[in-house]
Every structure is written in C-alpha cells, then in structure tokens.
C-alpha cells in the first residue's frame, strides 16, 4: 500500500455568536497570535498535501491570516458537516487518490498539540485501521459538548449533540473533540448522506459516526487530553484557554533553560523566544515576536514586542521595547526608557527616562538620561544616528533627521538640529548668567516687603 497522503480542513467559518464580537472568532488571539494560527502551526507539523481553511463569505481578514493555507467558502452556516463539504473541491486533485487521507479539525481548539495529532495520523496508519477515526475526551464539566456513545467493541456507535441528546446521553462523560481523520473518500461518501433533521437544523458532521456504525464499518476513538481540545466558544473560554497556554509557554521557557522568578505574573507570547540563563523577574510582558539571546536579566514591569534583545544586556525596570527594538549585547536599557525601531549597539547604555525611535545608536555610547530622539514632525518619521562611543548628555533633544559621530560629546540639555563631527563636542544652550549675592538679596528684599505689609 503507498505510503498514505493527507489533507487537513480546519473549520473557521462558523459565526461565533456565543463570543459577542464584531471579530471573527478564530482571529480572537490567545498568546497574542490568532486562534487559527495555533492551529495552523500544529496542523503544519504533519507536513500534509494541503491544507484548507473553511470561511464564511465576507471573512477576508479570516482569509489573509490564514494564507499560505487556502480558504474554501461555506456560503451559509449550516453545520460542521456542510462545512467539510465546502473544501471538497479544493481537496479534489488529491481526494482522487485511495490513499489520501482528511484530517478535519476546528479553528476554535487552539490548545491542540501536535502530538495527540500524531496519534490519529498513527490510529489510521495501523494494519486493518478503522476508516474513520474521532478523538473523544473526558472533561470534568461535559457542558455541552457532543457526547460519544461508544458499542461494546470500543468502537463509536454513534455521537449526539448535546441539543438532541436525552437526559440519560448527557449523563455520558465520553465527549467529542471535534477531531476527525479518516480516508477522504469514505469521509466524503458519509458527508453527501448527512441531513438536517435535529434540533440546530444542521448538517452535523457528528452525524457520519452513527451512519457508519449502521453500515457495518464503525470509527475507531482516540483519548485525548482534556486540557488540549477546550473549544472557544465564549469569552470565558477564550480566558481558560489563554491560562492554559500561558501555563504551557512558561513551562516550555522554564525547560529550555530560562529562570522565571514568578512564573504566574510572566506574559509570554506563543512566539516569544527565551535563550539559556534568561532571568525574568516578576510582572514582565512579552508581546508577539520577541527574541531574546542567552544570560540576559529582565528586570520587572518591562514590557516587550517585535523586539530582539541579543546575549547578557540588561533591561528594566520599567523598560519599553516596542517593534523594531534591537538591543545589542551587554547593552543597558533602564528604567523609562522606550526604544522603537532603533538599535542600541553592544554595550551601549540608555539607563533612565529616554525616548529612542527609528535611531542607531553605536556599540559603548552613552544615552544620558532625558534624552530624546524627535523623530516625528507630523508627517513623517527621520532617523537619528549616534555613532560608537559617543556622550549624549542628559535632558538632549535630537532633532532627526541628524547624526552624532562616533566619540563626539554632546552637552546636556541641548537641542541638536545640525550634524556633529566625529570626536566634537556640541553644545546648544544659552550662557549662564551668574549675579553674586544677588538670590540673598532678593529674598531680603521680598521679606522687607512683607514684614512691612504686615506691621
Ligand atoms: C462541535 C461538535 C461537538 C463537539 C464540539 C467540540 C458538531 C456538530 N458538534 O460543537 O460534538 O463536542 O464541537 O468543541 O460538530 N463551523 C463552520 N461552519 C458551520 C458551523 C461550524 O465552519 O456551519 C466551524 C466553526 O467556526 C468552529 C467549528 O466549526 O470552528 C465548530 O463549530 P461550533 O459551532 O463551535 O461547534 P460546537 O457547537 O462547539
Ligand atoms: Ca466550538
């Protein structure tokens, strides 16, 4: 038998109504990246033919989050089965092949892991598996999921949505994940019998367990974690499964060798990359695409995104790093410092209160505190560049566009709007007028006044 090919649907386009959201349900993010694409990087670890994401018309965000996936569009809602049946023509060229198998699985299960997958690619691949094959759980709240009635062989006699099940089915714990995989063409040949005669008047993609046990060819079931197949469907859910994740990602950072000081009040997002003797003190965030090189210390209350931090620099407190922050090694950010679209050259310090955006700041130069790069004139944004050892005193406003050579001295509190010369010393600010005695005489005289008034 040739090795088996196989094709996954992920089902997107129902309404979500339960989520209250003008946002498509599966776009909602967990981790900071999108319902769907958990999904997807889960799904991508089988290396299937193809895979095809089912979408309602109008969904062109949905669509543009999901490429390079393809969309195939369910014209109504009307059920996860009727779902399926919309990706068939995309699924065609390889639906023609016996050994193609689908693997159907919804856009709103973010927590699945690419290992329970393996084990129903695996229930397919064993001799004299059965056609189809459903994953089941046992949560402990079966709430209202569909429950899975098994026959005395262990085999799926039948699934039924908890809307049609009597009270004593929804005593069953057994409940469906959703999950399907099963030899295309069956899996197709089951969906054109399915019918709407239940209590959603839906198309039940439920449905083709039961239809195959009648014919003598029942599914087989695999047990999956609780933890992993929670369905979104709420809010609510949204907040369990955003725990559940958070849980998993500070694990996940913990084995590969970063300290978290309290993990609980640590923010990770699903791409957030920790290297080896990374300490992260208590109440950090790591927003989407944060990469950060090995014994870097994270001082609390940072907050993190789009930036990469390389090997031993120290942030934080109270550290913003927004896209585009690349934070050299050995380099020093301190407390209210924001950084954005700017690159802090190794060893470089900007230890307190500075705005740094769409700048270069070269290896050991130093950002005096109060420095700011005026980056935006209302209209567009200007680069400054500060070059390698370079001083910038304290309280300097940087006028982009402009640049500061390398070794060049700076003078705190002034207003740079001309270029300085490598090794110069620039300082903008008025001369000092200095009148001896004159602040004691002042007050005299303001205390004479007083003491006249008042006598
Ligand atoms: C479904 C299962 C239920 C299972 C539960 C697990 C069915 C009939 N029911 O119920 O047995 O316990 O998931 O989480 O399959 N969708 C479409 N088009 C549609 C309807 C749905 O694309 O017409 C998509 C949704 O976007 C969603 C997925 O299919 O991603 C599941 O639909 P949903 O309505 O959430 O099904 P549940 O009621 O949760
Ligand atoms: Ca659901």
């Known amino acids: 038998m040739p090795a088996r090919k196989l094709a996954v649907v992920i ?16 776009l909602h993010p967990v981790a900071g990246k999108a319902m769907l694409w958990h999904v997807q990087a889960s799904v991508a670890t089988l290396s299937p033919e193809e895979t095809v994401v089912v979408i309602a018309p109008g969904m062109a965000d949905v669509e543009a989050a999901a490429a390079p996936s393809r969309c195939a569009v369910q014209q109504q809602a009307m059920g996860t089965g009727h779902a399926v049946a919309a990706a068939r023509e995309a699924l065609e060229p390889l639906l023609g092949l016996v050994e193609t198998d689908v693997l159907v699985v919804f856009g709103d299960t973010p927590l699945l892991t690419p290992a329970t997958l393996q084990r129903m690619v695996a229930a397919r691949a064993e001799p004299a598996a059965p056609d189809i094959v459903g994953l089941a759980f046992r949560p402990q709240d079966p709430a209202q999921y569909g429950r899975v009635i098994l026959d005395d062989d262990q085999k799926i ?32 040949e089951l969906i054109d019998r399915l019918d709407s005669h239940n209590a959603q008047g839906e198309y039940y993609l439920t449905d083709i367990f039961g ?85 870097v210390e994270i001082r609390s209350f940072c907050h993190l995104e789009g930036a990469k931090v390389a090997d031993g620099a120290v942030l934080g ?9 690349r934070i050299g ?9 924001e950084i954005k679209n700017a690159e802090l050259g190794a ?23 109060g420095t700011i790069t005026c980056n935006y004139d209302g209209f567009a944004k200007h680069h400054t560049a500060i070059g390698a ?4 005193g304290s309280n300097t406003a940087l006028v982009a566009p402009v640049a500061v050579g390398a070794g060049a001295i ?37 205390q004479a006044a007083k003491d006249a008034k008042q006598g």
């Open 11 to 26: 089902l997107a386009a129902g309404k979500g109504s339960r989520m209250k959201s003008d946002l498509p349900k599966v």
């Open 157 to 188: 006699e039948k699934i039924v949505e908890y809307a049609d099940a009597d009270s004593a089915q929804r005593q069953i714990g057994l409940c469906n994940a959703g999950i399907v995989i099963g030899s295309g063409r069956r899996l197709f």
């Open 211 to 295: 239809l195959a046990h009648q014919e003598g060819r029942p599914a087989g079931v695999v047990e999956g974690p609780v933890a992993e197949v929670l369905g979104v469907n709420s809010r609510q859910d949204l907040a369990l499964a955003e725990a559940a994740m958070q849980d998993r990602l500070r694990r996940q950072a913990m084995a590969d060798g970063a300290t978290l000081i309290d993990p609980a009040t640590v923010w990770l997002s699903a791409d957030t990359r920790l290297g080896r003797d990374v300490t992260v003190h208590p109440s950090v965030f790591f927003g989407p695409g944060v990469t950060v090189g090995d014994d």
């Open 317 to 325: 407190p109270f550290a913003r790093l927004r896209p585009g922050a």
């Open 329 to 337: 090694a050995g380099a020093h950010v301190g407390n209210f410092v």
């Open 347 to 369: 060893g470089a310090k900007a230890n307190h209160l500075s705005y740094l955006g769409d700048a270069s700041v070269g290896p050991a130069a130093n950002i005096g505190a």
């Open 389 to 392: 050892g370079a001083f910038i």
């Open 410 to 446: 700076v003078g705190a509190g002034s207003t740079i709007t001309q270029d300085v010369p490598q090794d110069a010393l620039a300082v903008e600010r008025s001369d000092q007028e200095v009148r001896e005695g004159r602040a004691a005489r002042f007050r005299q005289e303001r």
